[in-house]
């Protein structure tokens, strides 16, 4: 503590010697010793300079700088704001075609489905028609062969008749008689009857 | 300059960097109102800096800003946004004026960080005109907006009668304290810490002249980083506080009533 003001007054010898001229002498030697910010006589001239800053400032910023960042704020706002509404539609575009193309799959499977039904019923028609053809083919063949057996057997029983008939009179003849044809029919038509 | 004085080999002149000083010309030349000195030189600088940072900053006018731009913008909101919270809605016609007065603090605050810098806002001189002007302001637009209602600010309604006298009269000097108050705080913290540093400065070439220097200038040049780290803080929160209480006493003016 001693020291310094040792260090102040040998300042403010210092600043007094340094200084030439009654000026420095009249700031109390401000410069040297205490605080400069205390030296009144540097306050006009700070305050002049000052404000001629503050109003270089006031004007630069309230006629070029202030405009110009609020407008480009506002600018943003609404850039912002029509993004998100365009975004919004996109969505609902995107939401749109999603439906659009779910029906049209919808569609299309019910489509499909309708065709293949078609085909099935076309197919099942088909199968019947042929299976009908066949069935009534099959008839007619088994009616024809069942004429034809019934012919056959027609056949069969009057070849039997006839058989008869001229085995019986064979036999009758070898026994040494005089057959008559007439009564051995007869005979031989009551006997196949009886049988 | 005028401090040049040893002793033990260490120069110590903390307050030297205030000296305001004619630019031009000889060191022991008069200060008149309008010699141009370090302080025109430092006021300049700053209102050319505020002018890159805010007009040239935002010449591109971009939508998707660039970083002098954020910067830009994010003063402009910073404060408008303290100017509505803190003072009010129709407190936004003012938002030019506190702009100013906060660009030009922090932007000298900031500057006067600058080594061999001057630091205008270090002066009382500066300080005391802000402070006065926020006063005037606030006074002139209190008695325009609301006439003698204006006085209902001191006369405490909600306290009991009697006691109303008295917290007037301390109303009123609190009122008149302000731009003491407020002068004083933005002054004296940024002159506080230039000093300090420039006290540790002092410390730090000490190793060229003893052997104890091997121990005091490692510690000083931290304590000058540190104290350094802090005056930035100091710098912003300095211009921020006189902002604020600027936008406080405003509403007072707006608002009287308590």
Known sequence: MAEHTTEAAEAATHAAEGEHGVEAAAHGGG???????????????????????????????????????????????????NDIAAAEELKLKAQEAEEAYNKALADARAE????????????????????????????????????????????????????AKSTAAEIVAALGHDADKAAI??????????? | MATEEQSEGLVFHPMDQFIVKPLFGEAGDPVH??????VTLWLFLTVVAISLLLVMGTRGRAVIPSKIQSVAELSYGFIYKMVEDVAGKDAVRFFPYIFTVFMFI????????????????SHLAVTV????????????????????????LFWVSAAPLPLRPI??????????????????RLMGNMMAGHAVIKVFAAFAPLILLSGIGVLVTPLSIL????IYALETLVAFIQAYVFTILTCVYLKDALHPSH
Do not use: C
């Open chain 1, 31 to 81: 410069e040297a010793v205490g605080m400069p910010q205390l030296d009144f006589s540097s306050w006009p001239n700070q305050i002049f300079w000052l404000v001629i800053a503050l109003v270089a400032i006031y004007l630069i910023l309230s006629r070029i700088a202030l405009p110009r960042i609020a407008a480009v704020l506002a600018e943003r706002a609404g850039t912002v704001t």
């Open chain 1, 112 to 163: 499909a489905n309708k065709i293949i039904g078609e085909a099935k019923a076309e197919i099942q028609a088909e199968l019947d028609d042929a299976n009908a053809k066949a069935d009534a083919e099959i008839a007619a063949k088994t009616a024809e062969s069942e004429k034809a057996i019934a012919e056959i057997r027609e056949n069969a029983l009057q070849s039997v008749e006839e058989v």
């Open chain 1, 185 to 195: 029919d007869k005979a031989v038509d009551a006997n196949l009857k009886g049988a």
């Open chain 2, 33 to 38: 109102w309008y010699t141009v000195t370090n």
């Open chain 2, 106 to 121: 922090v932007m000298s605050n900031f500057l006067g960080l600058l080594p061999l810098a001057f630091t205008t806002t």
């Open chain 2, 129 to 152: 005109l802000l402070a006065l002007a926020v006063f005037f302001t606030v006074t002139i637009v209190g008695f325009v907006l609301h006439g003698a209602k204006f006085l209902g």
């Open chain 2, 167 to 184: 917290l007037a009269i301390i109303e009123v000097i609190s009122y008149f304290v302000r731009p003491v108050s407020h002068s004083i």
């Open chain 2, 223 to 226: 304590a000058i980083s540190t």
